[in-house]
């Protein structure tokens, strides 16, 4: 089997739960799509290089990181007719899960969604972000903890 063969069976197993990691991040599903584009566009450049058995961190890895560093980026939003004053704020009761993650630091929605919705472990996690296993609990920690805060919940 040649290497582009072995590229077209990972994308087509691997596509959709990247895309699906892509959304949990950033609640866009556009954006996952470009996510996804933009990792399966790296694996491809260096897929002869890559270990097959760490291609799924890869490309976790390479997905996060593109998606932080989006976040990091100030965009502007176009519109059709500017409003003549700012919105007032009105408090929104029925706060949904997309809400709760938006509200979390980039970091600490990647950490919730890494390891609630991939289910990867504290080690995987510290891995795929360089960080250590102590900021991956504790920052996954806080991020529990706001999102518990902004639904009312009490209970740990």
Known sequence: MTWKADYSEYFAARAAPLR????????????????????????????????????????????????????????????????????????????????????????QRALVVLRHLEDISVAEAADLLGIAEGTVKSQTAHGLAKLRSLFGDSHG
């Open 20 to 107: 699906r990691l892509g959304y949990g991040l950033s609640g866009d599903w556009h954006l996952a799509e470009d996510l996804v584009q933009h990792t399966f566009l790296q694996l491809y450049r260096h897929w002869r290089r890559l270990d097959p058995s760490t291609l799924d961190a890869y490309s976790r890895r390479t997905l996060v990181n593109a998606y932080l560093s989006h976040r990091r980026k100030k965009r502007e939003t176009a519109v059709a007719d500017v409003p003549d004053r700012a919105a007032d704020p009105v408090p929104d009761l029925d706060l949904d899960v997309r809400a709760a993650l938006d509200a979390l630091p980039p970091r």
